[in-house]
């Protein structure tokens, strides 16, 4: 079992991904970065908090290895923006990898070097785990409890698409 820690924008999109992939057990969305004063919602939409909304990943890597889960984040957020993703803009809305074990950082370094060979020019962060603030509750398991909220509607979609596309092997059934 393994954890890592995603920033790919707003964390009601990353989790909705995630909780569609096989071997992952849990997801938890999250803010990371700030501090304990500082980790609410209100707080992180304000931009200046020092948190990123994250979700906190935790996969059986038996049946999901992490160079996978590595591989769907990137391909489901944009990767080459600096604090933005579509219409969230702001540092709290960054590409970031919080790695929770050492063992972690070379397949997440590998995997940005694979991205960058092919030309793309990644902005996402890489730094250890620090302390993980779990939002509040109505944002655990956002999509599937709110199908129709507007934003939903028009972000998640997508990706969802491009998960099924690119990664149909990894889908629970």
């Not at 009601?12 to 501090?35: A, H, I, P, R």
């Not at 609410?40 to 990943?57: P, R, T």
């Not at 803009?89 to 074990?101: A, I, M, N, P, W």
Request: one cysteine or more; aromatic letters at 12%.
């Amino acid at each position: 079992m393994q954890t890592i820690i995603l920033g790919g924008g707003c964390f009601w999109c990353t989790e909705s991904v995630f909780l569609s992939v096989k071997g992952v057990q849990k997801v938890t969305s999250g803010y990371m970065g700030g501090d304990a004063a500082t980790a609410n919602y209100k707080a992180v939409c304000g931009g200046d908090s020092g948190h990123i909304e994250v979700i906190k990943v935790e996969f059986d890597d038996s049946v999901i290895p992490l160079e996978v889960v590595l591989d769907i984040f990137f391909a489901t957020h944009d990767s080459t923006t600096k604090n933005r993703q579509g219409n969230d803009v702001g540092s709290q809305y960054r590409s970031v990898v919080f790695y929770t074990d050492d063992n972690q950082k070379p397949t997440i370094d590998r995997t940005i070097n694979k991205l960058r060979d092919m030309g793309l020019d990644i902005v996402t962060e890489v730094h250890r785990t620090s302390e993980f603030f779990e939002a509040e509750e109505y944002h655990q398991d956002y999509f599937n409890r709110n199908p129709d909220q507007g934003y939903c509607q028009f972000a998640i979609p997508p990706k969802l698409a491009k998960l099924r596309k690119e990664f149909n092997k990894y889908l629970v059934s």
